[in-house]
């Protein structure tokens, strides 16, 4: 295999036009990608695109609802390598992964008796935690909760197998913390809820951007993410085993598909962010050279920003560490950095998160603070009343500079 050279965000940057924002003349710094990635010209492009060439509803014996029906097989095809499904109805696209999530619970729930049982986690996005709780509440089924250490905010993996029984038919799982980007060994734990018979779906919005996925590797049930967490539009992208997708019972409309994928779908998607579903996984194959199929191209290129981004995350770490008044959440072992995703919750001594957010934003360097809907770690955590934390996080278009700037500022508070 050819030695690719070191990543290089630089070039990868001009193709992000919103990239090229100033604020009082100097290059807006976007830290707030957990909430939301940029997208570059190619998915600007692919959408309107879509839009100009003139679209219509799915399933019509016409030219632009064959086009449409084009668009929506590519996205699929597309997703299919980015996850490692094993055919493309097993992707099913939805409006986020919030509305897919309780779309899911509502079918699984079905199949539910009082007295059954299900685990969510406190590392959790609410998203994958109330759609669990309203449908065990709705079921008189018992929820229990897989706690994570307050240390380095990692989940204690090794009490799962005392929450597991032959009552147990759910774990509900993140892949990655969106509030201290934490990774979780969803393999692992897929095996041992496996075990006890339990079905497994994983939330990998936050650990898409950054790392790779194979829901065949992992053997989960079901996966979601959002594309527009990693460089692409607002659409929550669902992967479900076949035979669960086809088995289930979907809420829809009368008549609507039968089929696993379509059956999930309800109304009429957006075929536009559709053709940017596509454009943006092309987009990250690119990073992984030009050689061999896509999923080839995009093993690589998450190999690449991964080693890139810990890189990011080592140089804010120990830069970190010189910011008096500084607390860093979750993992802060340099020598760890491959377990946690270049996301970072911080607090400063004597400002609330509100005032770091707000001054950092005035410096044209965009934060998130509060809960960021991680309202289980807060709570956890001893936070949720006290205003949260700042979430500063990085990816692979960010830079070294960019890192040194947000450390300087938040130097420059004290």
Same mark, same amino acid.
């Given at each position: 295999?050819?030695?690719?050279?070191?990543?290089?965000?630089?070039?990868?940057?001009?193709?992000?036009?919103?990239?090229?924002?100033?604020?009082?003349?100097?290059?807006?710094?976007?830290?707030?990608?957990?909430?939301?990635?940029?997208?570059?010209?190619?998915?600007?492009?692919?959408?309107?695109?879509?839009?100009?060439?003139?679209?219509?509803?799915?399933?019509?014996?016409?030219?632009?609802?064959?086009?449409?029906?084009?668009?929506?097989?590519?996205?699929?095809?597309?997703?299919?390598?980015?996850?490692?499904?094993?055919?493309?109805?097993?992707?099913?696209?939805?409006?986020?992964?919030?509305?897919?999530?309780?779309?899911?619970?509502?079918?699984?729930?079905?199949?539910?008796?009082?007295?059954?049982?299900?685990?969510?986690?406190?590392?959790?996005?609410?998203?994958?935690?109330?759609?669990?709780?309203?449908?065990?509440?709705?079921?008189?089924?018992?929820?229990?909760?897989?706690?994570?250490?307050?240390?380095?905010?990692?989940?204690?993996?090794?009490?799962?197998?005392?929450?597991?029984?032959?009552?147990?038919?759910?774990?509900?799982?993140?892949?990655?913390?969106?509030?201290?980007?934490?990774?979780?060994?969803?393999?692992?734990?897929?095996?041992?809820?496996?075990?006890?018979?339990?079905?497994?779906?994983?939330?990998?919005?936050?650990?898409?951007?950054?790392?790779?996925?194979?829901?065949?590797?992992?053997?989960?049930?079901?996966?979601?993410?959002?594309?527009?967490?990693?460089?692409?539009?607002?659409?929550?992208?669902?992967?479900?085993?076949?035979?669960?997708?086809?088995?289930?019972?979907?809420?829809?409309?009368?008549?609507?598909?039968?089929?696993?994928?379509?059956?999930?779908?309800?109304?009429?998607?957006?075929?536009?962010?559709?053709?940017?579903?596509?454009?943006?996984?092309?987009?990250?194959?690119?990073?992984?050279?030009?050689?061999?199929?896509?999923?080839?191209?995009?093993?690589?290129?998450?190999?690449?920003?991964?080693?890139?981004?810990?890189?990011?995350?080592?140089?804010?770490?120990?830069?970190?560490?010189?910011?008096?008044?500084?607390?860093?959440?979750?993992?802060?072992?340099?020598?760890?950095?491959?377990?946690?995703?270049?996301?970072?919750? !911080?607090?400063?001594?004597?400002?609330?998160?509100? =005032? /770091?957010?707000? %001054? $950092? @934003?005035? +410096?044209?360097?965009? !934060?998130?603070?509060?809960?960021?809907?991680?309202? =289980? /770690?807060?709570? %956890? $955590? @001893?936070? +949720?009343?006290?205003?949260?934390?700042?979430?500063?996080?990085?990816?692979?278009?960010?830079?070294?500079?960019?890192?040194?700037?947000?450390?300087?500022?938040?130097?420059?508070?004290?």
């Amino acid at each position: 295999m050819t030695q690719q050279a070191p990543f290089d965000p630089m070039p990868l940057r001009a193709q992000f036009p919103a990239l090229q924002l100033e604020v009082d003349g100097k290059t807006a710094v976007y830290l707030d990608g957990p909430g939301g990635t940029q997208v570059p010209q190619s998915v600007i492009d692919a959408m309107s695109g879509y839009l100009h060439h003139g679209g219509s509803n799915s399933g019509g014996p016409f030219f632009t609802s064959r086009y449409t029906d084009e668009i929506t097989d590519a996205a699929r095809l597309a997703m299919m390598d980015l996850y490692n499904a094993r055919r493309p109805d097993e992707i099913v696209f939805g409006q986020n992964m919030t509305s897919l999530n309780f779309s899911i619970s509502r079918a699984l729930a079905r199949t539910w008796q009082p007295g059954d049982e299900i685990i969510v986690t406190r590392l959790d996005h609410d998203a994958n935690i109330s759609p669990w709780l309203l449908a065990a509440e709705d079921r008189g089924v018992t929820v229990r909760w897989l706690d994570f250490d307050p240390a380095d905010c990692t989940l204690r993996l090794e009490t799962l197998p005392e929450l597991l029984n032959e009552k147990t038919r759910l774990l509900a799982i993140t892949y990655a913390s969106n509030a201290v980007g934490s990774i979780s060994d969803v393999r692992r734990a897929a095996e041992l809820a496996h075990k006890a018979g339990a079905l497994v779906l994983v939330d990998s919005v936050h650990f898409a951007p950054h790392g790779l996925i194979d829901v065949q590797a992992i053997d989960c049930d079901f996966l979601i993410s959002s594309a527009y967490k990693y460089f692409g539009p607002h659409t929550g992208i669902l992967y479900g085993k076949y035979e669960l997708l086809d088995g289930l019972m979907a809420y829809k409309v009368r008549p609507a598909p039968s089929k696993p994928a379509g059956k999930w779908e309800t109304g009429t998607q957006s075929f536009e962010s559709l053709a940017g579903v596509t454009a943006v996984v092309n987009y990250l194959a690119t990073l992984g050279g030009e050689a061999g199929s896509r999923r080839e191209r995009l093993v690589q290129a998450m190999a690449r920003t991964k080693t890139y981004e810990m890189s990011l995350s080592l140089r804010f770490l120990r830069g970190a560490a010189q910011v008096p008044g500084l607390h860093v959440y979750g993992i802060t072992d340099v020598e760890r950095l491959d377990e946690r995703t270049p996301t970072f919750a !911080v607090s400063l001594d004597g400002f609330s998160p509100e =005032a /770091v957010a707000e %001054r $950092l @934003g005035e +410096l044209g360097i965009f !934060v998130w603070h509060g809960h960021y809907y991680a309202v =289980a /770690v807060m709570d %956890r $955590l @001893g936070l +949720l009343d006290k205003g949260g934390l700042v979430r500063i996080g990085f990816n692979h278009y960010n830079t070294a500079d960019e890192v040194d700037q947000v450390l300087a500022a938040l130097a420059s508070l004290r």
